[in-house]
């Protein structure tokens, strides 16, 4: 057809918009088609979620979780967030966060936190749970599962149960909250972005809580690692 158009042009269009030429165009003659039915025979489908590792494995759930739980066993002292959540939750930090996060997601079975919130999801019905979940629950399944706004929520009241705060510091109470639920963690250097500088940053906060916000938000990290 490209090169009936360029040889004959009138003719190419006039063929293309004759009715009879376009109705055979759709209903032209086709093979009968033929369906076998097999009356004694049962089809059986199924499904399976599965994880590909880095390393090209694929797992199901259970033992991508049970992979999982052994790596976490065996290696508290080649990652220090391990141990820090295991031993000294005093010590949790935005640093801390982000080394586990990274060697998890380096290892041949591919251990990102999205592909163990899945994996979390198929095999325990939650949905969303945290990192730090993961590898608690991983050393101990007597450890709770729980979403980042839970552990939040639940370090929130055991920091600050029994104290009274100002309207401007409950302010900066709730982006705290909100930066913990997105973050887990909170340092100082965190006070540069948006949340906190466009309304002064560590130095204004830091005033507002009377020179007091850097022992809050450790207490903060601890609890949050607990």
Same mark, same amino acid.
């Given at each position: 057809?490209?090169?009936?158009?360029?040889?004959?042009?009138?003719?190419?269009?006039?063929?293309?918009?004759?009715?009879?030429?376009?109705?055979?165009?759709? =209903?032209? *003659?086709?093979?009968?088609?033929?369906?076998? !039915?097999?009356?004694?025979?049962? +089809?059986?489908? #199924?499904? %399976?979620? $599965?994880?590909?590792?880095?390393?090209?494995?694929?797992?199901?759930?259970?033992?991508?979780?049970?992979?999982?739980?052994?790596?976490?066993? =065996?290696? *508290?002292?080649?990652?220090?967030?391990?141990? !820090?959540?295991?031993?000294?939750? +005093?010590?949790? #930090?935005? %640093?801390? $966060?982000?080394?586990?996060?990274?060697?998890?997601?380096?290892?041949?079975?591919?251990?990102?936190?999205?592909?163990?919130?899945?994996?979390?999801?198929?095999?325990?019905?939650?949905?969303?749970?945290? !990192?730090?979940?993961?590898?608690?629950?991983?050393?101990?399944?007597?450890?709770?599962?729980?979403?980042?706004?839970?552990?939040?929520?639940?370090?929130?009241?055991?920091?600050?149960?029994?104290?009274?705060?100002?309207?401007?510091?409950?302010?900066?109470?709730?982006?705290?909250?909100?930066?913990?639920?997105?973050?887990?963690?909170?340092?100082?250097?965190?006070?540069?972005?948006?949340?906190?500088?466009?309304?002064?940053?560590?130095?204004?906060?830091?005033?507002?809580?009377?020179?007091?916000?850097?022992?809050?938000?450790?207490?903060?990290?601890?609890?949050?690692?607990?």
């Amino acid at each position: 057809m490209p090169a009936e158009l360029k040889r004959d042009f009138s003719g190419a269009m006039k063929l293309l918009q004759d009715e009879k030429f376009q109705k055979l165009l759709t =209903d032209y *003659p086709r093979p009968k088609r033929t369906f076998v !039915i097999a009356y004694e025979t049962e +089809d059986t489908v #199924s499904s %399976a979620w $599965l994880i590909r590792g880095a390393d090209g494995k694929e797992y199901k759930p259970a033992d991508y979780l049970t992979a999982f739980a052994e790596f976490v066993k =065996d290696n *508290p002292e080649h990652i220090q967030a391990i141990s !820090i959540l295991q031993k000294q939750p +005093d010590k949790w #930090s935005t %640093a801390a $966060l982000s080394e586990l996060r990274e060697k998890l997601a380096s290892t041949p079975q591919h251990f990102t936190v999205s592909n163990l919130q899945k994996a979390h999801e198929v095999h325990y019905q939650k949905a969303l749970v945290d !990192i730090i979940s993961m590898v608690k629950h991983a050393t101990d399944e007597q450890n709770p599962l729980l979403t980042a706004e839970e552990r939040v929520e639940r370090a929130f009241n055991k920091v600050t149960t029994g104290k009274t705060f100002t309207k401007e510091q409950l302010q900066w109470l709730d982006r705290i909250k909100a930066h913990l639920a997105e973050n887990l963690s909170i340092d100082e250097e965190d006070f540069e972005l948006p949340i906190f500088s466009r309304l002064g940053g560590w130095k204004k906060a830091n005033g507002i809580f009377f020179g007091e916000l850097a022992p809050l938000i450790h207490s903060f990290n601890q609890a949050i690692a607990i």
